[in-house]
């Protein structure tokens, strides 16, 4: 018999009570867990595609708030490439555009030359011509969610364009998107000549110093700011609300988990009033009581984790079967955010079950032996 | 206070040896709903090591609210709890006390219904650095001393209530403590019962050399503690000398019951012979008020035997 045993006799005494304590910490953290996770996610696809597309760095317009907000001309491709130090450099529109069975896709506009054709890893069929309009390629994921294959007709807000490639990009948020000439995306967003942002690559071996250098030189032909995708993507508006909005609500959840914790163990304690006047009386110090209540909130806490792990890795298979965001996403917790999420609510747990353990001994041992 | 406490703490022990007592209250009260309800008013009270002692007393006397104050696990409202002659203050020292020294058995006996008998018994060695193979085997040693050596794995509900407050005892008395505080400890229990539990107890005490302290209201089991200290309305009325004292009075024969109820309204109460302040002094510090009265008695009793022959 230790104290842990002692605990779990404790939260064996009321199995339902103690089910449905740990019930609430493993939705809590389980909650927490896939919110934080989804958030992340969303973030980390994003920038997993832009890395697979193969930028160095990204040319947006300054003072855009997120990186769907800002516009350049087309032109600054051409002002863009001239600077010293890149290889080469490409224009492109983004945007979330209306396609068939009610879904948004992220739809890409690229210039005919663009490099960016020649990096699409086709599966099959081939890129657009130069000079050929209404033609599209479409990630895999995207043909299968549009149920689309080669030369098949997909609908891009209202316009019809035939299918020409299907690619296989590796991120998931890339697999999920329509290629099409820049031109027909000017055209279909009224936005002619111009583009989102201008991808870079800088020649090979440019050292740190050369690339700040580069940074410099480009920002020097005005209204443009340059950043690697982490850097756009960290201070992105968007990103950063969803964040926000997600860590507060896991906090919101997780203070619920402990909220369950502490309902169950104030409950406990009160009806074990007695009990804790017989440890007492027979010497039990009041650091040792006191132990014993928080391990039994740790001890919960610890399955609920458990339990709390094991849902949000369901909802790592569910999210993805999710129409709207499915294609957008991989759900994938790490390590990192695993062991902040479970320490922070091991951590709230015990500062939950340290009230009803300075409950019990606050009294004198023989008044609680006098209340129950 | 300072010359009250000198005066209880300087006396001989029983034995003759000038020892502080093992536990004493000195000018102890105790009330409760801010001052609305008085359990003990100005208590003296002092325990020698090896002693046994009885404490009597009508419900509501305040028997168990000096057995609470004894054990630390209340708290006066006024005076002091001496253990050793040291003033015990601190929660911290009374649980190390109770974990150590002083084992407590009460009338309700206080188990740990989730528990077996010797979990009940070994919850009361946790805490003190004994390893857990061991405090499983002083347990089930404490268990077999009192006779329920076959009943180890029983949990509260499967035992009889006898077997309960033995249970209670093995785990009061499994750190060997000084001092075993027993509250009504055969309150609950059948005659049978009582009767074991209430052997265990002496012998425990006898053989172990443990102070006891039991607080009663049942008299044939007060009688058998060598001092009986009689309380009624949160004072001690009657220390414990009071047999004693009888005992001076040599010769003549007990009076009958019309001459008892004479010498009670000659004589002084002992209360106002032997000031509240000495209410633990041995004999030899109080003789001369003993001898008043015990003149007093054996002139009352004299005259009542005179016109028998």
């Known amino acids: 018999m230790n104290l842990t045993g002692l605990a779990l006799r404790n939260l064996r005494r009321r199995p339902i009570r103690t089910a449905l304590s740990i019930l609430g910490i493993a939705l809590a953290v389980g909650g927490a867990l896939a919110l934080l996770a989804l958030s992340r996610s969303i973030q980390d696809s994003t920038r997993d595609g832009m890395d697979e597309i193969g930028d160095d760095l990204s040319v947006t317009q300054r003072g855009a708030s997120d990186i769907f907000g800002g516009f350049l001309p087309a032109d600054t491709e051409v002002r863009v490439a001239k600077v010293a130090g890149v290889a080469r450099a490409s224009g492109e529109m983004f945007m979330f555009a209306a396609s068939e069975k009610n879904r948004q896709v992220l739809t890409l506009g690229w210039p005919d030359a663009s490099y960016l054709w020649k990096k699409v890893p086709l599966r099959e069929g081939r890129v657009p011509k130069a000079g050929e309009r209404g033609v599209a390629v479409v990630g895999d994921a995207a043909a299968e969610a549009l149920a689309k294959k080669l030369g098949d007709k997909v609908e891009i807000l209202g316009q019809q364009f035939t299918i020409v490639g299907i690619a296989n990009y590796k991120a998931i948020i890339n697999r999920g998107t329509v290629m099409l000439p820049l031109a027909d995306l000017q055209d279909l967003s009224y936005r002619p000549n111009q583009v989102t942002e201008v991808h870079v690559n800088v020649v090979r071996g440019a050292k740190p110093a050369d690339v700040a250098r580069i940074r410099r030189d480009i920002e020097a032909l005005g209204g443009l700011t340059v950043s690697t995708s982490s850097e756009q993507l960290d201070n992105d508006r968007n990103f950063k609300i969803l964040n926000a909005v997600s860590l507060a609500i896991s906090i919101i959840a997780l203070a619920m988990g402990v909220i369950y914790v502490l309902n169950s163990l104030v409950m406990a304690t009160q009806e074990r009033t007695r009990e804790i006047g017989i440890v007492a009386a027979i010497g039990w110090s009041d650091t040792r009581i006191m132990t014993s209540i928080v391990i039994e909130g740790l001890m919960m806490c610890a399955i609920g984790c458990a339990f709390g792990l094991a849902l949000s890795f369901l909802a790592a298979f569910a999210f993805p079967l999710i129409p709207t965001i499915g294609d957008m996403i991989s759900f994938k917790p790490s390590l990192r955010l695993i062991a902040t999420t479970i320490a922070a609510a091991f951590a709230l747990c015990a500062i939950g079950a340290l009230y009803p353990a300075w409950r019990a001994v606050r009294m004198m041992p023989a008044e609680a032996l006098r209340r129950a | ?309």
């Open chain 2, 1 to 309: 206070m300072k010359g009250l406490l000198g005066r209880l703490f300087r006396r001989k022990a029983p034995d003759g040896l000038s020892t502080p007592p093992l536990i004493a209250l000195a000018g102890v009260s105790r009330a409760f709903d801010d001052g609305a309800i008085v359990a003990l008013e100005s208590v003296d009270l002092a325990v020698h090591a090896g002693e046994c002692v009885a404490i009597l007393g009508p419900s509501g006397s305040g028997k168990s609210s000096i057995v609470n104050l004894l054990s630390g696990i209340d708290r006066p409202t006024g005076g002091r709890v001496l253990w050793n002659g040291r003033w015990i203050k601190s929660r911290r020292a009374w649980a190390r006390l109770r974990r150590r020294e002083i084992g407590i058995v009460f009338q309700e006996f206080n188990l740990l219904p989730t528990l077996t008998a010797r979990e009940n018994v070994e919850i009361a060695l946790m805490g003190r650095g004994i390893a857990v193979a061991e405090r499983r085997d002083l347990a089930a040693a404490a268990l077999v001393r009192v006779g329920l050596g076959h009943r180890v794995k029983h949990l509260p509900y499967a035992l009889s209530g006898g077997e309960r407050q033995r249970v209670a005892i093995a785990r009061a008395i499994v750190n060997a403590p000084r001092l075993l505080l027993a509250d009504e400890p055969t309150g609950n229990l059948d005659s049978a019962n009582a009767d074991i539990v209430a052997d265990l107890l002496f012998n425990l005490q006898r053989d172990g050399g443990m102070t006891l302290v039991l607080v009663t209201h049942d008299d044939d089991l007060a009688e058998r503690c060598q001092r009986c200290v009689r309380m009624r309305d949160g004072k001690i009325v009657d220390n414990g000398h009071a047999r004693g004292r009888l005992r001076l009075v040599e010769g003549p024969p007990m009076p009958s019951e019309p001459a008892m109820a004479a010498i009670d309204q000659a004589t002084p109460d002992v209360a106002d012979i032997v000031p509240p302040s000495a209410t633990a002094a041995p004999l030899t510090e109080i003789a001369p008020p003993i001898a008043e009265a015990t003149a007093a008695i054996a002139r009352v009793a004299a005259a009542f035997r005179e016109p028998a022959e």
